[in-house]
């Protein structure tokens, strides 16, 4: 326009010159004008040769492409609404040269598909893998009509001016379709991933995805895709959306339609270009930054199996399951209780008639159960003329003739309600030796041949009991404060792996994983009630019997006040608050199970191995057992080592080396500490006094111990031990907690046989209640241990790894070989619990000074 203005004003004024008044703007629009019209002249001279060809189905094309021209091969194929086929592309280049790849490009209607022919795929550190041979899926967007043709074309150009030949093939998928409970075999490889497509059918609701191979590598991904385009089906995409899992020869994913609009999802299976993520080896790190590795052959055979998930009827006879065997345990209770009260009666009746005097009743406390005076050299009458006679260089006659001491009968029967009034007296809890000579005798007292428990039962019964209440006032606040920010944290698990999909990031087994809700794995979570359940049954039988004996005490009866192992029921408390925990910590960690937060499943398992022992302690030494803030300062101390077992402790050797020391060390301190019953010092001397006494005792007159039982004992518990240090130091188990805990349960259980030998050398008895939870208990706890060790799943391996051992359900379709763990575990802890809490009921008519302490 600016020309055309300038020619006519020069036209009308041919006489004069020629005024073409120019703008800055208008010389620079000039100069624009001219560029885009030379410019435009040169690409027109450079335009590629575009050839249009109208492609069929099946068919091989075996073409040349250049910089100079580019090929559109135009295909159309009719879409039913009721029938859904599969469009495959498979491409070959049959150039040597790697430096200017063909570029494809799929044009369809809701989608654009591209790629580069070699396909160059990345693995770790960047490496480079590239692909010759190329097949892709195209997506197929869903049609509302019965019948439409559908038009897509694929554009093959390059900027290789050699020019590269190629093969194109497009071809119908026939069995695009996965059927319900057909097993549909495919071959994979990066360069060649494969989707299908699955249908809800009617009434079902949720299915499994199983996928399993004979081939263990490659390694490969499994990702269960919406209805939707594009497909993200190569292994530097495949966690874009969706749900995947690793696998290596088995992977399972559970669906449920309501996270599927359209009622119908794609599983997908991308075979990954290299296998660390599967715990394969580590391929070499390439000499140049640029340098292309050869991936070889990585192709795979797959199966792929969709059956139906169980139904909601399932879920409620799971649920109605697991109440009714734990409730089952609290009507049989009852039973026992309503069959021991009316014994009880009967022998009230029988033995105290009500016309007997309370002297008469005292005396026949002086003999066992059946009336007559043991005469065997283990029994309670020869332990007791062993107990009650100390020589004058031992003990002074006063610790025999005061109104305090609980070891004789023998007392008027108004000095022992005043013993108990005073008992009942307000003490301060730090004012434990209620007797004025406790601080000159008990070294004495403990150093006797033959120790009974009325020497280690002498401080004032209010403030023990106070002492061990702290035990259950202690856990309960361990409880509260550990268990909250775990709730928390496996929550946020939870959400993640809903969020992102990434199923790698939880250990289950996916083979029987029935979700609820927001939970993947509720059978798992389920199956941890009886712990809570028997743990709360164990609290009512606990506070039963807490409030059976103190009425006894306040009735002043006899039995309770100078008989049997003394009654303490705070610890009693704290092992069935502990087995509550456990079952509670127990669920959270199976809402997501990694090696990150397996210390919250074995936490509270420390504590109820070391509640037990201390349990066992107490029974016979009362007055010189453990306080709870050192009990539980020590408890603190192995979960803290088991958090660095889980961080540090994989092939570290100086963490085992430090942890080995630490642990014999240990071993030897306690070891010391229960030889001589708590009279040692631990400082600066104490090297000193342990040469002297072996070259005192061993060298010089070569004496035995004094104390031989407890020798044995400790003997077999260091022997014990230091095989496990030994062993944790040579393997270096991947497994520490696991390696902890089994420390602790050989420890208990060699004290636990230690106790029992040496309760039945003494001439003690088992009573019949005791005897069956024994026996009943050591069934249930192997049963256990051959479900424990069936092993569905490993954090200690990766998580593809972790999946071949997945297995199926084995019980009412819903619970899998750990919920029966799970289950029977709960109950053997529950049983070795009363085990613990009747095991000494044979001497609730014994005198204290004719029981043995051991």
Same mark, same amino acid.
């Given at each position: 326009? %600016?020309?055309?203005?300038?020619?006519?004003?020069?036209?009308?004024?041919?006489?004069?010159?020629?005024?073409?008044?120019?703008?800055?703007?208008?010389?620079?629009?000039?100069?624009?004008?001219?560029?885009?019209?030379?410019?435009?002249?040169?690409?027109?001279?450079?335009?590629?040769?575009?050839?249009?060809?109208?492609?069929?189905?099946?068919?091989?094309?075996?073409?040349?492409?250049?910089?100079?021209?580019?090929?559109?091969?135009?295909?159309?194929?009719?879409?039913?609404?009721?029938?859904?086929?599969?469009?495959?592309?498979?491409?070959?280049?049959?150039?040597?040269?790697?430096?200017?790849?063909?570029?494809? %490009?799929?044009?369809?209607?809701?989608?654009?598909?591209?790629?580069?022919?070699?396909?160059?795929?990345?693995?770790?550190?960047?490496?480079?893998?590239?692909?010759?041979?190329?097949?892709?899926?195209?997506?197929?967007?869903?049609?509302?009509?019965?019948?439409?043709?559908?038009?897509?074309?694929?554009? %093959?150009?390059?900027?290789?001016?050699?020019?590269?030949?190629?093969?194109?093939?497009?071809?119908?998928?026939?069995?695009?379709?996965?059927?319900?409970?057909?097993?549909?075999?495919?071959?994979?490889?990066?360069?060649?991933?494969?989707?299908?497509?699955?249908?809800?059918?009617?009434?079902?609701?949720?299915?499994?995805?199983?996928?399993? /191979?004979?081939?263990?590598?490659?390694?490969?991904?499994?990702?269960?895709?919406?209805?939707?385009?594009?497909?993200?089906?190569?292994?530097?995409?495949?966690?874009?959306?969706?749900?995947?899992?690793?696998?290596?020869?088995?992977?399972?994913?559970?669906?449920?339609?309501?996270?599927?609009?359209?009622?119908?999802?794609?599983?997908?299976?991308?075979?990954?270009?290299?296998?660390?993520?599967?715990?394969?080896?580590?391929?070499?790190?390439?000499?140049?930054?640029?340098?292309?590795?050869?991936?070889?052959?990585?192709?795979?055979?797959?199966?792929?199996?969709?059956?139906?998930?169980?139904?909601?009827?399932?879920?409620?006879?799971?649920?109605?399951?697991?109440?009714?065997?734990?409730?089952?345990?609290?009507?049989?209770?009852?039973?026992?209780?309503?069959?021991?009260?009316?014994?009880?009666?009967?022998?009230?009746?029988?033995?105290?008639?009500?016309?007997?005097?309370?002297?008469?009743?005292?005396?026949?406390?002086?003999?066992?159960?059946?009336?007559?005076?043991?005469?065997?050299?283990?029994?309670?009458?020869?332990?007791?003329?062993?107990?009650?006679?100390? /020589?004058?260089?031992?003990?002074?006659?006063?610790?025999?003739?005061?109104?305090?001491?609980?070891?004789?009968?023998?007392?008027?029967?108004?000095?022992?309600?005043?013993?108990?009034?005073?008992?009942?007296? /307000? %003490?301060?809890?730090?004012?434990?030796?209620?007797?004025?000579?406790?601080?000159?005798?008990?070294?004495?007292?403990?150093?006797?041949?033959?120790?009974?428990?009325?020497?280690?039962?002498?401080?004032?019964?209010? @403030?023990?009991?106070?002492?061990?209440?702290?035990?259950?006032?202690?856990?309960?606040?361990?409880?509260?404060?550990?268990?909250?920010?775990?709730?928390?944290?496996?929550?946020?698990?939870?959400?993640?792996?809903?969020?992102?999909?990434?199923?790698?990031?939880?250990?289950?087994?996916?083979?029987?994983?029935?979700?609820?809700?927001?939970?993947?794995?509720?059978?798992?979570?389920?199956?941890?009630?009886?712990?809570?359940?028997?743990?709360?049954?164990?609290?009512?039988?606990?506070?039963?019997?807490?409030?059976?004996?103190?009425?006894?005490?306040?009735?002043?009866?006899?039995?309770?006040?100078?008989?049997?192992?003394?009654?303490?029921?705070?610890?009693?408390?704290?092992?069935?608050?502990?087995?509550?925990?456990?079952?509670?910590?127990?669920?959270?960690?199976?809402?997501?199970?990694?090696?990150?937060?397996?210390?919250?499943?074995? /936490?509270?398992?420390?504590?109820?191995?070391?509640?037990?022992?201390?349990?066992?302690?107490?029974?016979?030494?009362?007055?010189?057992?453990?306080?709870?803030?050192?009990?539980?300062?020590?408890?603190?101390?192995?979960?803290? $080592?088991?958090?660095?077992?889980?961080?540090?402790?994989?092939?570290?050797? @100086? $963490?085992?080396?430090?942890?080995?020391?630490?642990?014999?060390?240990?071993?030897?301190?306690?070891?010391?500490?229960?030889?001589?019953?708590?009279?040692?010092?631990?400082?600066?001397?104490?090297?000193?006094?342990?040469?002297?006494?072996?070259?005192?005792?061993?060298?010089?007159?070569?004496?035995?111990?004094?104390?031989?039982?407890?020798?044995?004992?400790?003997?077999?518990?260091?022997?014990?031990?230091?095989?496990?240090?030994?062993?944790?130091?040579?393997?270096?188990?991947?497994?520490?907690?696991?390696?902890?805990?089994?420390?602790?349960?050989?420890?208990?259980?060699?004290?636990?046989?230690?106790?029992?030998?040496?309760?039945?050398?003494?001439?003690?008895?088992?009573?019949?209640?005791?005897?069956?939870?024994?026996?009943?208990?050591?069934?249930?706890?192997?049963?256990?241990?051959?479900?424990?060790?069936?092993?569905?799943?490993?954090?200690?391996?990766?998580?593809?790894?972790?999946?071949?051992?997945?297995?199926?359900?084995?019980?009412?379709?819903?619970?899998?070989?750990?919920?029966?763990?799970?289950?029977?575990?709960?109950?053997?802890?529950?049983?070795?619990?009363?085990?613990?809490?009747?095991?000494?009921?044979?001497?609730?008519?014994?005198?204290?000074?004719?029981?043995?302490?051991?």
């Amino acid at each position: 326009m %600016v020309l055309r203005s300038c020619w006519k004003s020069r036209h009308k004024s041919s006489s004069g010159p020629v005024h073409c008044w120019l703008r800055p703007g208008v010389v620079a629009l000039l100069w624009l004008c001219v560029t885009q019209f030379v410019c435009g002249s040169v690409a027109l001279g450079e335009t590629k040769n575009v050839i249009q060809k109208d492609a069929e189905f099946d068919v091989t094309y075996n073409d040349r492409v250049t910089s100079e021209n580019q090929t559109i091969y135009a295909f159309n194929h009719t879409v039913s609404r009721n029938k859904t086929e599969g469009v495959r592309v498979t491409v070959d280049v049959l150039s040597q040269s790697l430096e200017s790849p063909i570029l494809f %490009v799929v044009r369809q209607k809701q989608a654009v598909l591209s790629f580069q022919v070699p396909l160059i795929l990345r693995g770790l550190y960047q490496r480079k893998y590239p692909y010759k041979h190329v097949g892709r899926t195209l997506c197929q967007p869903p049609t509302r009509a019965a019948s439409e043709t559908q038009y897509f074309f694929v554009d %093959v150009s390059t900027l290789s001016s050699q020019g590269t030949n190629y093969n194109l093939r497009v071809s119908r998928v026939e069995s695009f379709t996965l059927q319900t409970d057909k097993k549909f075999s495919f071959i994979a490889s990066p360069s060649q991933p494969q989707y299908f497509k699955y249908v809800f059918p009617d009434g079902v609701d949720t299915v499994i995805v199983k996928v399993s /191979s004979d081939m263990t590598f490659p390694c490969s991904v499994m990702s269960i895709q919406d209805i939707q385009c594009p497909v993200y089906d190569l292994d530097n995409n495949v966690a874009f959306i969706g749900m995947y899992q690793t696998m290596t020869k088995k992977g399972a994913i559970t669906v449920q339609r309501k996270d599927f609009p359209s009622n119908s999802f794609y599983v997908v299976v991308v075979v990954k270009t290299e296998d660390e993520a599967c715990g394969g080896p580590l391929r070499f790190y390439p000499l140049r930054p640029d340098e292309l590795i050869d991936a070889g052959n990585r192709s795979k055979t797959v199966d792929v199996v969709v059956t139906p998930a169980i139904n909601s009827d399932v879920y409620v006879m799971g649920m109605l399951f697991c109440l009714g065997i734990f409730l089952s345990f609290y009507l049989l209770t009852l039973l026992v209780a309503f069959v021991e009260s009316r014994r009880i009666k009967r022998r009230d009746v029988y033995h105290n008639p009500a016309d007997m005097s309370p002297a008469e009743t005292a005396s026949l406390l002086g003999k066992n159960g059946d009336g007559k005076t043991p005469a065997s050299p283990y029994e309670y009458g020869s332990f007791a003329d062993n107990c009650s006679t100390l /020589s004058s260089e031992a003990i002074t006659d006063s610790a025999t003739s005061t109104d305090n001491n609980y070891g004789y009968m023998e007392r008027p029967l108004d000095s022992v309600g005043r013993s108990r009034q005073e008992s009942l007296s /307000s %003490v301060e809890e730090d004012d434990y030796d209620t007797l004025d000579d406790i601080n000159s005798d008990k070294n004495i007292v403990r150093t006797k041949k033959f120790l009974c428990v009325s020497d280690l039962a002498r401080k004032d019964k209010r @403030v023990l009991s106070k002492k061990y209440q702290i035990y259950f006032w202690n856990i309960a606040t361990i409880g509260v404060f550990y268990a909250l920010p775990v709730i928390q944290l496996v929550i946020t698990y939870q959400t993640v792996v809903n969020v992102t999909g990434n199923q790698d990031i939880c250990y289950y087994n996916f083979m029987c994983a029935h979700p609820l809700g927001a939970l993947s794995a509720f059978n798992n979570i389920l199956s941890n009630l009886g712990y809570v359940m028997l743990g709360l049954l164990f609290l009512l039988i606990v506070l039963k019997r807490d409030i059976v004996h103190n009425r006894a005490l306040v009735r002043n009866d006899l039995n309770a006040l100078e008989c049997g192992i003394p009654k303490h029921f705070g610890l009693f408390y704290a092992m069935g608050t502990a087995l509550m925990m456990e079952g509670l910590l127990s669920a959270c960690y199976h809402v997501c199970p990694n090696y990150t937060n397996f210390q919250f499943d074995t /936490s509270f398992m420390y504590m109820i191995a070391g509640l037990c022992m201390l349990k066992l302690y107490q029974k016979r030494h009362p007055d010189i057992n453990a306080s709870a803030y050192t009990a539980y300062a020590c408890l603190a101390g192995v979960i803290f $080592f088991s958090v660095l077992g889980v961080v540090f402790g994989r092939g570290n050797t @100086v $963490f085992w080396i430090v942890f080995s020391v630490i642990h014999i060390l240990a071993t030897l301190l306690l070891s010391t500490q229960l030889y001589y019953m708590g009279r040692w010092r631990f400082d600066s001397g104490v090297l000193r006094r342990v040469v002297y006494i072996i070259y005192t005792d061993s060298i010089r007159q070569c004496s035995g111990p004094l104390y031989i039982d407890r020798m044995v004992l400790l003997v077999m518990g260091n022997i014990v031990n230091w095989s496990l240090a030994a062993y944790g130091l040579i393997e270096r188990p991947n497994d520490f907690a696991s390696y902890l805990l089994a420390i602790a349960i050989c420890n208990l259980l060699l004290y636990f046989a230690f106790y029992i030998i040496m309760k039945l050398r003494s001439g003690e008895r088992i009573k019949c209640l005791a005897l069956v939870c024994i026996l009943f208990t050591a069934v249930v706890w192997g049963f256990a241990l051959y479900f424990f060790f069936q092993g569905l799943s490993t954090w200690q391996k990766t998580p593809a790894e972790s999946r071949e051992h997945n297995r199926d359900c084995i019980l009412l379709s819903f619970f899998d070989d750990h919920d029966i763990w799970h289950f029977l575990s709960s109950i053997a802890m529950f049983g070795s619990f009363l085990v613990l809490l009747t095991m000494d009921d044979d001497l609730d008519t014994v005198q204290r000074d004719k029981i043995f302490v051991f």
